[in-house]
């Protein structure tokens, strides 16, 4: 079994910043793509970021250029660099992970627990 083990949300005023990370631990070959999706109330999950192994990255309209997503490899973790951060982000954040699996290798999708940030004065 692999585990998302994620941290860094909390409560920030309009314009803040904060760092999300995501570390992955248990038995795995390797993690292909890593990133983060967010679900407010009342809404669908949504994509905000992704990151491969090569670290090619992807984000979601809404959070180009205030958002940055990371990682390293050696810590098998991911973050994610939030700044100028707004009340419309406010939701659950969670942790993505498309982890090849040992004994059979295969990809197999993990999801975090999810973390709350509130952007809210």
């Known amino acids: 079994q692999v585990q998302l083990e994620e941290s860094g949300g909390g409560l920030v005023q309009p314009g803040g910043s904060l760092r999300l990370s995501c570390a992955a631990s248990g038995s795995f070959f390797s993690i292909n793509a890593m990133g983060w999706y967010r679900q407010a109330p009342g809404n669908q999950r949504e994509l905000v970021a992704t990151i491969t192994s090569g670290g090619r990255t992807n984000y979601a309209d809404s959070v180009k250029g205030r958002f940055t997503i990371s990682r390293d490899n050696t810590k098998n973790t991911v973050y994610l660099q939030m700044n100028s951060l707004e009340p419309e982000d406010t939701a659950v954040f969670y942790c993505?992970?498309?982890?090849?699996?040992?004994?059979?290798?295969?990809?197999?999708?993990?999801w975090g627990q999810g973390t709350q940030v509130t952007v809210s004065s």
């Open positions: 993505h992970a498309a982890v090849f699996a040992t004994l059979p290798l295969r990809e197999v999708i993990y």
